[in-house]
């Protein structure tokens, strides 16, 4: 949710971020995916999205709920437009996260900042919401990107009123599950001004956004924010709730389209196995359909996954496959066997014990072509992540390995096994 006039901080420090190397990171756990690890930043606002959404996998779907929407004139509220939302999300089976958020014309306050004279308001539409989708919303965060340019009053402001907000939460829902934030890569002093402030209790989640130049760089974020999280003993859960990648406009972090099915599998892949609890890819949909360049400047026109007309972009079939096969699978990081194998070649193997799939997805960090043979004791399935498409493969088949993830599956026991080989 980066505005074009506002981004000039964020290039900064995004170019900070740029470096020649692209060594692979280290993988310290085994972990569980969730059954319902993907999501998408606004999506569902029409009936029309569901068959896609369904399609391609998603489950969460988040949703700001403006107080400016929903109480334009002080004590009346218009619940109308979200009571739709969801409904329809629900008919559907989705899950929701409302992002509680932003000031209202009536308070005075200047945009993005609650005063404390008005934070007492700003609690009164938090009861009222929940009250209203107790049982319905999945998951409640309070704010978004509060460290940049969605807060426009101090950081001790902020805490106060974060840490008000997770207690008037919990105390009308106490059921409720609550995530602290949506912060901007990894701020150290603004966390730990959270902690000292209380606001980090009440919390069963905080969220982090790990925009970078790409997917490498986006997990080092990742990977600073949890381990600042485990610094401060945090024992909640890390959820990311947003993560994209423009394929146009003027944001340093901006992908070709041909470069954009790696971004998204390499970024869901390496939170997975990162242990996050879910990946919200921002966003559905771009504005324009194909061929249609609605501002070339803007990059907030460019990160959708599919188009207005709600066909894909290259991109989606990615997020296709990894919805498809890597929700409920374990990451064995010991697996699979490796012979030989250059240490710039990384690979990721998950196995579903429910459907009996097996999942491997292996690339080249390094930019060179290298042959690698898998051995599985069965023919297996590479799926073609910008298109779809699937090959079948026999047993011990020899596979070009580059910089772009070669995505695989197949059925049965057998532990999988790579090896150096020549074509």
Known sequence: MIRLKETFLVLLILLFSISCSSNPAKYSISAEIP????????AGDSIDDYQLLNELGSVWLLQTFYWSRIERTQGEFNFSWYDNFINTAKENNKKVIAVMAYSTSWTGDKDRHISKDNISHFLNFLETTVNRYKGLVDAWQIWNEPNHVFWKGTDKEFFELSKLSAQRIRETDPDAYIIGGGILRTPKCFIKGMQKAG???????????????????????????????????????????EIGFPTGGLYPTRVSMQNLPSYVVKTIVGSAVRGARTLSWYQ??????????????NSEDYFGLTYSNRTKKNGAWAYELCARYLPGSQYLKELPIREKIPSGIVSFYFVNSKTGNNTLIIWNDINARRNIKLTVET?????????????????????????????????????????????
């Not at 059954?35 to 606004?42: E, I, K, Q, R, T």
């Not at 980090?200 to 381990?227: C, K, Q, V």
């Not at 498409?389 to 057998?414: C, K, M, R, Y």
């Open 284 to 297: 559905f949909s771009d504005s324009y359909n194909e061929g249609g360049y609605p501002d070339k400047n």
């Open 35 to 42: 059954d319902d690890f993907l999501g998408f930043v606004h």
């Open 379 to 423: 023919n297996f399935t590479i799926h073609n992540i910008a298109t779809g498409e699937n090959s079948i493969l026999q047993d011990g088949a020899v596979i070009e390995i580059s910089s772009t993830p070669v995505f695989i599956t197949w059925e049965g026991q057998a532990a999988p096994r790579i090896s150096r080989a020549r074509k």
């Open 199 to 241: 606001a980090l209790e009440n919390l069963d989640a905080i969220s982090i956004h790990p925009y970078a130049l790409n997917p490498f760089w986006s997990m080092r974020h990742y990977e600073s924010f949890i381990n600042l999280m485990a610094d401060i003993n945090f024992t909640g859960e890390v959820w990311i709730t």
